[in-house]
């Protein structure tokens, strides 16, 4: 039986209490833990609190001296001192009394009135019930009582008539009395509210329960409860600057245009909404959690989720800044990447390299690009020196079969040519684009090719060639034709090669030697393994049309020799791609492993991770690899709501129908030509380098435009002086000019207009608007000289001359306005000074609301401002 | 007090629940036992020697704590848990983040259920070792080996409710390897006498589908919260009771 071994042993009783009190502790733990351990946001949520009800207070304080300085105070007594007065003398006369007394009475009626209004109507009821129950037999008693009834409440009625008819003169000679008793009470209540206003804030802030907070986003599956702890997000007026309290930043921004209720954070932000017990679980930095919090300038790489068109997206700087270096290195070119379809190839076609090229340098290059000049941006492909000479060899077996250098030491140049070739150079600014030396290549977009070495690349024949018609060695170079004589080209081409030479470089192959079969085999093997027709078009491996079938399926284009699309892994959700698919090989133990490691290390040294990978070495700066892997990181599959998506303008145009803008007719020729668009922006298309031209037709004088083309460095100093404002790097005011382009000079092809006809016919004819008149205004009351002097006058008030020069005077941030009456048609001016964000969005000049006439005025008086043609 | 004590016990509802007065006597104690259901699953008498830890280690006890456990915690997690795709795994987090004793519950639950699986095989284990299984004992031995596999199915069901990675292709490889079952997978041996495809295969009629997903979800919950519980309970109710009338606990031979 249990009780026979009863204390048998006493250890016994030790272990009970011992496990008991276990127990015990281990309880109160969990209930001490699940009320704070697993709450941290509470103790975030106080603190916020606190602070808040510091600045709360702050401001009551504030607010309560200022209300005494200002002397609201002094006010606030008076006006109670004249209501204390006012009420008195109303209770003196006796009038207040008075009008109680028949206020009351007036009340008992209207409640006996009331009464008996419902006695009438259930007698009613009742009268009506039974007429309809049984239709004959009325009762006669209910058609009595409702009569005496009614005389009852017209008795009623008179009396209170009568009352009211008394009150109406004692109300009115209390109102008499009671004067502005309303109006200071207002006043009064007004004045209490300033404070009464602060005092409420503090006692709500005093009063806000501390709990879980969130957005909950049914449609992206989001349930965010950042703002447990991030209270302040949203709010304006931050009571610290300390995280987790602080506002987001450029909130209108950002918040403004995604309101956080529809949007929640993790949408852009990344991280685990949900998670609420520690910081690294809530900020995404938990084992199997693949998603960790984007900070800062990083986060933008989310704009991509959504965004067709980043370019001029506020806020979304940064990432806009990178998405440049995927052109720049031409990813897509290897990869497919979703928008980027269709860009053209990034490198030369090389079908004829061997008449361009020296064959040693070409092999040098293979190689190591970089070795030949520091900018290069074909990648390395740590080719051994056999391989090298392989794709060196199938390459120039496609334009000859000898491998062969000009030697060097055999060109002669002529130095009267060089000289003249000298001048050519500087007026064509060939530095522009094309760097020497570290030297110019300001216009670094067009990504042209340094040439402080090209005297021991290319043949001089080539080099002529090439000046000559660019277009016809390398369709879509972004190269212009300058409209040069062939004397003038020698004389440029002998410049080059006298000026630009590699002392270093070796001729091995200046007495040519045959090609072998097999190593031009070898070279194609390799060209084909290493996807070298993804950057370069070859004769041999052209891109071929794509039966329907395929196209069906997605595929899109094809190599002829291979049915494949891209060389490289697709990239179009690299930003959300499965860890487990990312094959860190033998870096598995050596770096983090998350997505955003694993593209940086790709993108630093893309062979490391096994054997056996193809992928170049681009030798990007750590600042590179950052840019580039923000980029990628926001290429994702993030099943964004169709509400949410901002299409871009093409997009859109192609939903829509619309077609997008084409150069028509000659002017399309001369553009082909002279790639206008490599600077300027014309109706959307083209680079932001130089002024866009979208109005330049209603904008400029023709006579102005036909100076500029002929002699751009002459005409137009003011770009000269222009500092960039600190937009950009403030380096020193760069002599930047538009090269010349010697239009003019030729006739169009299959046409008798000379480019310059057919450039200034187009801007008039196409790029114009009718929201700037030809004509402006006449005032007919004022003679013209005075109208002169009066827009003299308002431009001197006004304080133009703080920005803009005119002669020496003025200020440097707005443009010289020496000679705008020969540059502009005075419409654009007219319609410059009514708004000058119209036509340019981005520009800083005020608006200063001039009335029509004030800006006839000026605009006759700019049109005055001609400097003399030399 | 007296007073007290005397309302307390002296009315209908006490009688009712308790019908007489407890004396320590055998008579008394007898009585108990007729009147309580839940004693009477229980062996009239327990010895001395049976109850020693050394001999059967407690263990069948200690797992019936443990399904206790399982299902308190289990009856409290289902207030909180939708058996949907879209809400399982978030259901899942917000038991971790958001649930007041939320954590505690759902991992009682889940080191409950390891727990229980284990000492289930130990339990099994000592009934082996000492000889337990023998008669009278036979039937017993088969419900027990009945139980320990809706013990081993109520894991693998429960594993896939979180809705993760690990559950999901725990499950898929488990099912997977029903569909080799001779005859009623479509893999197995000789299924094709019997037309089995992947669309009428026992896989199929595990998953509710041919793969691994909202039906398969709510299949689980079903099996792991109603019917397996349901079937286990009684077993255990027969497995109790005939560890009574076969001779109460197993205890020593020679004692």
Known sequence: MANENNNKSPYRAYLFVFFSVSLLILSAWVIWNDEFGLRPWKHYQKEYKSLKHDQLVNDYKKAQLEFHRSGGAKRLADLKAQLSKAEEALKSKGVGEKYTQLSNKLDELQKQASDNQKKLQTVRGKYLETEYFFTKTQKPEYKKQMDELQLQIDAIDKQGKELQAKQEPVSQSMSQLAGNIPAIKAEIEQLNKILEDKKEKIANNETAPIEIKQFLIKDIDKADRCVSCHVGIDSPKQPSTKQPYTKHPLMSVYLGHHDPGKFGCTFCHRGQGRATTTVEKAHGKAKYWDEPLLKGDMTQTSCLNCHGDIKNLRGAESITKNTELIRKYGCYSCHKIPGYEGMGDVGPELTQVGTKVNYTWAVDWLLDPKKYFSTARMPKFYFTQDQAEAIADYLFSMSGSERKDVDIAAVKNDPKLVEQGKVLWSQARCNLCHATGGRGGDHSKVYAPDLSKVGSKVNKTWLFNWIKDPNKYFPGTKMPRFRFTDQEISALVDYIANEYQDDEAESKYATPQTIQAESIKKGKDLVQQYGCYGCHKMRGMEMVQVAPSLKAQGVTFLRSDEMREKIGTELSSIGSKPLELLDFGKLKKSIPNDRLSYIKQKLRDPRGFRLGLRMPNFRLSEKEVNELSAVLYGFTDSNAPVRFMVPSRQELDKMAGVQGYKFTGDFAKVIADVKCTNCHTIKGIGADYAPDLTLAGSKLQESWIRNFLANPDMIRPLLQQMPKLGLSQAKNPVKVTMPKFNLGKQKVEDTNRSDVDVVVNYFQQELVTTDIPKNIPVIADVAMPEQIAQGKKLYDDKGCIACHQIGTDGGAVGPNLSNVGNRLLPGFIFKHLENSRKFKSDIVEPNYGFTERERVLLTNFLMTLKLSAK | ?255
């Open chain 2, 1 to 255: 007090m007296n007073d007290l004590f005397n309302k307390v016990k002296k009315n209908l509802i006490w009688k009712s629940v308790f019908r007489r007065d407890y004396r320590d006597n055998v008579r008394d104690r007898a009585l108990a036992i007729f009147g309580n259901v839940f004693l009477h699953l229980h062996p009239v008498k327990v010895r001395e020697s049976a109850v020693k830890l050394r001999y059967t280690w407690g263990m069948g006890g200690i797992t019936f704590l443990a399904f206790i456990i399982l299902t308190i915690t289990g009856v409290v997690l289902m207030f909180y848990y939708h058996p949907t795709v879209d809400q399982a795994y978030s259901d899942m987090k917000d038991l971790e983040f958001q649930v007041p004793y939320g954590v505690i519950t759902r991992n009682l639950h889940r080191w409950g259920a390891h727990f229980m699986v284990i000492v289930v095989m130990i339990h099994m284990f000592r009934v082996f070792m000492t000889g337990s299984y023998k008669a009278p004992r036979q039937f017993n031995w088969g419900i027990g080996v009945i139980l320990l596999v809706l013990t081993f199915l109520l894991s693998f069901t429960g594993y896939l409710l979180p809705w993760d990675q690990l559950g999901f292709w725990a499950i898929t490889v488990g099912t997977n390897m029903g569909a080799a079952t001779p005859l009623l997978g479509y893999q197995g041996p000789f299924s094709e006498y019997l037309h089995i495809t992947p669309y009428n295969d026992v896989r199929f009629a595990l998953l509710g589908g041919a793969i691994v997903g909202g039906n398969a979800l709510l299949r689980s919950y079903i099996w792991h919260c109603i019917a397996i519980p349901l079937i286990a309970t009684i077993l255990m109710v027969v497995h109790f009771w005939r560890v009574r009338k076969d001779g109460g606990i197993s205890r020593p031979q020679n004692n």
